[in-house]
């Protein structure tokens, strides 16, 4: 990433401030480039800072991280702390652009997680609204063919030629799966973006743009999904709020990683380091 940026460390993720288009221009530029690194362009919210607590280091060298503020609570402290807007940039809003750019550029695209279910309405999404985006495939399986079948799958994924992997399996798992197979699969820019698709596929909706707004996303979908999402909204997310709060602005320059660890236990083979307080 660019060295001159400004970056806060929330709970041990580092966060970029970029604006939407910032973000669709570092997509291209990776896409375009000779480079063997991928990108994996991830969000950070309330769920993220549960999950994600230390830096790592890149299993390696072969992934790179552009971590955002999907959050409000996030933009809200980078905001306090620069005293200028902290853009918001949520999966949500930014696969539609990612896709958009990927029908005009000819890239292709594939969508790994959710189910055939999803798959299909999102197949009829995509044929009305990117009419000519090419799709290299989409893959459902269950949670033991991930377990078990993962080597297979990212061969299959290269086999398509996918350029731009779309991965919907939920947090962490989705952010552990690219950095362990996202290199195998051979696609150059990764989108874990959880329900984003479950979103365009019209299987979930958002919030209204006004609660958006006030940060209040969270509420509208507890009383949509009380069951599946109390857990997190109730329990998990004050903790994690606190998290939030004690973030500061730093000085990290070069590439740098996500730090796939879970509640204080390492996910993958990289090793760990503890690289911040906050």
Not at 48 to 63: D, Q, V
């Amino acid at each position: 990433m660019n060295t001159t940026a400004v970056r806060m460390v929330v709970s041990g993720s580092i966060v970029e401030r970029c604006e939407a288009d910032e973000v669709l221009s570092l997509i291209e530029t990776r896409l375009r480039s000779s480079s063997a690194l991928g990108l994996a362009v991830g969000s950070v919210n309330l769920d993220h800072l549960h999950h994600f607590r230390k830096i790592g280091a890149a299993p390696n060298g072969r992934l790179e991280w552009l971590l955002l503020a999907d959050g409000m609570p996030i933009a809200w402290r980078g905001q306090l702390l620069t005293a200028q807007p902290w853009p918001r940039v949520t999966g949500a809003d930014l696969l539609p652009a990612v896709l958009a750019s990927a029908e005009v550029q000819g890239h292709r695209v594939g969508f790994f997680g959710g189910s055939a279910q999803t798959h299909e309405l999102l197949t009829e999404h995509l044929r009305h609204n990117y009419p000519a985006l090419v799709v290299s495939g989409m893959w459902a399986p269950d949670s033991g063919d991930i377990d078990s079948r993962s080597d297979a799958i990212a061969s299959a994924i290269r086999t398509a030629r996918t350029d731009i992997l779309v991965v919907s399996l939920g947090k962490p798992r989705q952010e552990q799966w690219v950095d362990q197979y996202g290199f195998a699969t051979g696609a150059r820019v990764f989108l874990p973006c959880g329900g984003a698709i479950d979103f365009m596929a019209g299987q979930t909706r958002r919030a209204p743009e006004w609660m958006q707004r006030f940060g209040l996303e969270w509420f509208y979908r507890l009383t949509h999904e009380p069951r599946r999402l109390a857990r997190r909204y109730l329990l998990q997310g004050p903790r994690a709020l606190l998290r939030s709060a004690r973030a500061q602005l730093i000085c990290y320059p070069g590439t740098y990683y996500s730090g796939l660890i879970q509640a204080g236990t390492v996910e993958n083979s990289g090793t760990a380091t503890e690289a911040a307080s906050a």
